[in-house]
T-cell receptor
Framework: QQKVQQSPESLIVPEGGMASLNCTSS?????YFWWYRQHSGKSPKMLMSIFSNGEKEEGRFTVHLNKASLHTSLHIRDSQPSDSALYLC???????????FGSGTRLLVSP | DMKVTQMPRYLIKRMGENVLLECGQD?????MYWYRQDPGLGLQLIYISYDVDSNSEGDIPKGYRVSRKKREHFSLILDSAKTNQTSVYFC???????????FGPGTRLTVL
């Protein structure tokens, strides 16, 4: 059964700092990665997706993907207290391959 | 307005009672999901539905069953609920199975 491992489990960064979150899949059939953000008491919402090797930037958020190592990372620059949330990584493959979520990284941005 | 709805939002049941959780979506998505979320365990897939009457077990289907008779509606049924089924349940929908998932607000179920 495919597993998605996220690290660290929790992370505290100062306001204005850089947060770096990691995610690795154990299954070579994986082709797609997503990052979801879940604020406390709310439902997950897709933040960014990445399907090709390399980097993708959207505002303060940057995602990297290395398909050879099945590793993706999410970097948040100029972190804000509103970025405090649970960040979930998800991975899936083509042809109806089920999406698997990691257990998440809990980010706290301290003012 | 793209939306996934869940009813009820909160539910308290006694052990052994039957539970029905309902989910609706207005995006005509073929694929729908039921997850449960427990502290420290992320989202665990219970069942996935590829379309009407086309359902498949997820990673933790034991103790649950589902029903999808209309594309926009997906139900999760717990026959004879157990205390270890206390959790937050999320429904989600997407186009193909490798696309972005849209989540409902969740149902907090407590089984006493």
């Amino acid at each position: 059964q495919q597993k998605v491992q996220q690290s660290p489990e929790s992370l505290i960064v100062p306001e204005g700092g850089m947060a770096s979150l990691n995610c690795t899949s154990s299954d070579r059939n994986v082709d797609y990665f997503w990052w979801y953000r879940q604020h406390s008491g709310k439902s997950p919402k897709m933040l960014m997706s990445i399907f090709s090797n390399g980097e993708k930037e959207e505002g303060r958020f940057t995602v990297h993907l290395n398909k050879a190592s099945l590793h993706t990372s999410l970097h948040i620059r100029d972190s804000q207290p509103s970025d405090s949330a649970l960040y979930l990584c998800a991975a899936s493959g083509t042809g109806g391959y089920k999406v698997v979520f990691g257990s998440g990284t809990r980010l706290l941005v301290s003012p | 307005d793209m939306k996934v709805t869940q009813m009820p939002r909160y539910l308290i049941k006694r052990m052994g009672e039957n539970v029905l959780l309902e989910c609706g979506q207005d995006m005509s998505h073929e694929t729908m999901y039921w997850y449960r979320q427990d502290p420290g365990l992320g989202l665990q897939l219970i069942y996935i539905s590829y379309d009407v009457d086309s359902n498949s077990e997820g990673d933790i289907p034991k103790g649950y069953r589902v029903s999808r008779k209309k594309r926009e509606h997906f139900s999760l049924i717990l026959d004879s609920a157990k205390t270890n089924q206390t959790s937050v349940y999320f429904c989600a929908s997407s186009l193909p199975t490798d696309a972005e998932q849209f989540f409902g607000p969740g149902t907090r179920l407590t089984v006493l």
